[in-house]
């Protein structure tokens, strides 16, 4: 119940393109869900974090879709670019407990 | 402002030893949470203190422990390493009070390799 499933594994979109990723959880308790973006030999930053309250959360390029009643939420890129080539990982928190459960990552290459 | 700063960045330690592992988190952060990354296992959570206090701890055996101190620098230990400890080791830091929300900021993180 404290899996979050993440999908797909690995990720290939050409230059302008939309990048989509998927994650789904199992547990109600999860009120916060933050999505990370991490370079090779970096630690992961915080892109994008939407609450359940809302079903979209949009910054830029970057777009959350939140779906409360299937426990799923994705991350849209738009106009996807060669420096967005990354690794991105969903994770699910709650509220007063900085203890996230992370999807296991999804790979990003953006062919230019 | 500064990030989350984390030493050693890289070290190689051989199979029984120890090791500690140091985090400063943001000016101002008074919470530090620390995660494993590996590739076949993700990123797991270790624990998470506040004000010195341990709040939560993940499923890790008790060869790996924590502590905060007053300036809310935090550092991890994990005693007789085992090969299956290799792993980038990261420490994130966040304000920590109850209306600051749930982001946390990662530092760059500790690359341990037991040989």
Known sequence: ?112 | KAGVTQTPRYLIKTRGQQVTLSCSPISGHRSVSWYQQTPGQGLQFLFEYFSETQRNKGNFPGRFSGRQFSNSRSEMNVSTLELGDSALYLCASSLGTLHSGNTIYFGEGSWLTVV
């Not at chain 1, 119940?1 to 990048?19: M, R």
């Not at chain 1, 939407?50 to 991350?75: M, Y």
């Not at chain 1, 106009?79 to 992370?102: E, L």
């Open chain 1, 1 to 112: 119940q404290q899996q979050v499933k993440q999908s797909p594994q690995s990720l290939i979109v050409q230059k302008g393109g939309i990048s989509i990723i998927n994650c789904a959880y199992e547990n109600t308790a999860f009120d916060y869900f933050p999505w990370y973006q991490q370079f090779p030999g970096k630690g992961p930053a915080l892109l994008i974090a939407i609450r359940p309250d809302v079903s979209e959360k949009k910054e830029g390029r970057f777009t959350i879709s939140f779906n409360k009643s299937a426990k799923q939420f994705s991350l849209h890129i738009m106009d996807s670019q060669p420096g967005d080539s990354a690794t991105y990982f969903c994770a699910a928190g709650t509220s007063g407990t900085y203890k996230y459960i992370f999807g296991t990552g999804t790979r990003l290459k953006v062919l230019a």
